[in-house]
């Protein structure tokens, strides 16, 4: 009676350490889809989105091609256009522009401001009085798609809120936008202010 007690408590002991492990290891393999898919979402900059604005194309006073309308119903924000600029995620701008206003916010005895805020590419025009050489109109335009706003220009600058730029992209990119509108609207509100 003994050996027969003792075997099923073994039994139900063994069953109930195995479906432990069972429960375990599902969860772990739920919590790993969870991880999959949170990373997929961010493999994107932090500032891309699935979904494009509407806009219409105008000409512009100075360039052929302009957005006149606001992309969003809230107002750009100059400091928010500023981070977003700056961030390596989002508008990446420092990467091919220098701008002189943004080299100023750069604190020599801060290594994390100068590397956030003064370290300026050269491969694009410095930024500099671009508000005062555009119309915010054509800055909502070059930031969209810049191809659109110098056609005859072959730029490197990518179009940050069209889709026109999802060749050659992480699977994961393609068909997002690199900018949502809203970020957009913050940047050529800190460009305006670049006079």
Request: glycine share 6%; proline share 4%.
């Given at each position: 009676?003994?050996?027969?007690?003792?075997?099923?408590?073994?039994?139900?002991?063994?069953?109930?350490?195995?479906?432990?492990?069972?429960?375990?290891?599902?969860?772990?393999?739920?919590?790993?889809?969870?991880?999959?898919?949170?990373?997929?979402?961010?493999?994107?900059?932090?500032?891309s989105s699935s979904s494009v604005a509407r806009f219409k194309i105008e000409k512009g006073e100075a360039l052929p091609a302009s957005i006149p309308k606001a992309l969003t119903k809230k107002p750009g924000n100059a400091e928010r256009g500023l981070e977003?600029?700056?961030?390596?995620?989002?508008?990446?701008?420092?990467?091919?522009?220098?701008?002189?206003?943004?080299?100023?916010?750069?604190?020599?005895?801060?290594?994390?401001?100068?590397?956030?805020?003064?370290?300026?590419?050269?491969?694009?025009?410095?930024?500099?009085?671009?508000?005062?050489?555009?119309?915010?109109?054509?800055?909502?335009?070059?930031?969209?798609?810049?191809?659109?706003?110098?056609?005859?220009?072959?730029?490197?600058?990518?179009?940050?809120?069209?889709?026109?730029?999802?060749?050659?992209?992480?699977?994961?990119?393609?068909?997002?936008?690199?900018?949502?509108?809203?970020?957009?609207?913050?940047?050529?509100?800190?460009?305006?202010?670049?006079?």
């Open positions: 009676m003994r050996t027969v007690i003792r075997t099923f408590c073994v039994s139900v002991v063994a069953s109930a350490l195995l479906l432990g492990l069972a429960s375990e290891t599902f969860a772990e393999h739920e919590n790993k889809k969870k991880v999959r898919k949170v990373r997929a979402a961010s493999a994107c900059s932090a500032g977003a600029a700056v961030n390596p995620g989002k508008g990446n701008c420092l990467a091919c522009h220098h701008i002189a206003k943004v080299l100023a916010k750069a604190d020599e005895s801060d290594p994390e401001s100068v590397k956030l805020y003064g370290n300026h590419g050269e491969v694009g025009p410095p930024l500099n009085g671009v508000g005062a050489r555009f119309s915010k109109a054509e800055l909502r335009m070059i930031v969209v798609d810049p191809k659109k706003a110098f056609p005859d220009a072959d730029t490197v600058m990518p179009a940050y809120h069209a889709r026109t730029a999802s060749k050659d992209v992480k699977r994961a990119c393609r068909g997002r936008v690199m900018l949502s509108a809203q970020s957009v609207e913050d940047i050529v509100t800190f460009l305006e202010e670049l006079k």
